[in-house]
């Protein structure tokens, strides 16, 4: 299994570029989420999908959108690229555990440069 | 607000010792908690989790939990250089947001 997978790797782009970011997961995992990563700002949810047709905002969704294509795969959208959006843009999948919490897998992430 | 704290460090330990790392939280509600590792330049992996108090040993790695102090930690006994990362705790409640809140992460690093 492949797990959690991104593309780009790595990106440069000039403000006001749009581009979008792909994930797919191979684990059959129902929920789905975007995260970005900033130094000394840890993990912030962007958006997420809890199953297949739904998404939801999270703490930091201004300049972003998702789409859901099916149950493998969750895109992140930047139709207008800022340099407040470098970042490094990590996506995740997970499952219900013991305990009733998700359990998350991370992708290799997309590191973003908006110049 | 739930808040996940954790000390930034760096933690500086030399190889061979236990390192202890430490988490707090406020949420009361807060039922399941998890211990990422992060490479320099890589993405977070998965390492523990817990859900019960008392402590839960998987390897080199002991987390312990204290819902009443609320409070998380992750020991690392026979610390060693590749143990060098940062940490992040995770925490989430079973009911309403079960998605994850996480902290900062504690740099950690392990001397020869």
């Known amino acids: 299994n492949a797990g959690v997978t991104q593309t780009p790797k790595f990106q440069v782009l000039k403000t006001g570029q749009s581009m979008t970011l792909q994930c797919a997961q191979d684990?059959?995992?129902?929920?789905m989420y975007w995260y970005r990563q900033d130094p000394g700002m840890g993990l912030r949810l962007i958006y997420y999908s809890a199953s297949e047709g739904t998404t939801d905002k999270g703490e930091v969704p201004n300049g972003y959108n998702v789409s859901r294509l099916n149950k493998r795969e969750f895109s992140l959208r930047l139709e207008s690229a800022a340099p407040s959006q470098t970042s490094v843009y990590f996506c995740?999948?997970?499952?219900?555990?013991?305990?009733?919490?998700?359990?998350?897998?991370f992708g290799p992430g997309t590191r973003l440069l908006v110049l | 607000q739930k808040e996940v704290e954790q000390n930034s460090g760096p933690l500086s330990v030399p190889e061979g010792a236990i390192a202890s790392l430490n988490c707090t939280y406020s949420d009361r509600g807060s039922q399941s908690f998890f211990w990422y590792r992060q490479y320099s330049g890589k993405s977070p992996e998965l390492i523990m989790f817990?859900?019960?108090?008392g402590d839960k040993e998987d390897g080199r790695f002991t987390a312990q939990l204290n819902k009443a102090s609320q409070y998380v930690s992750l020991l690392i006994r026979d610390s060693q250089p590749s143990d060098s990362a940062t940490y992040l705790c995770a925490v989430a409640s079973s009911g309403g947001s079960y998605i994850p809140t996480f902290g900062r992460g504690t740099s950690l690093i392990v001397h020869p």
């Open positions: 817990i859900y019960s108090n």
């Open positions: 995740a999948s997970s499952e219900r555990g013991t305990g009733g919490a998700e359990t998350q897998y």
């Open positions: 684990m059959n995992h129902n929920s």
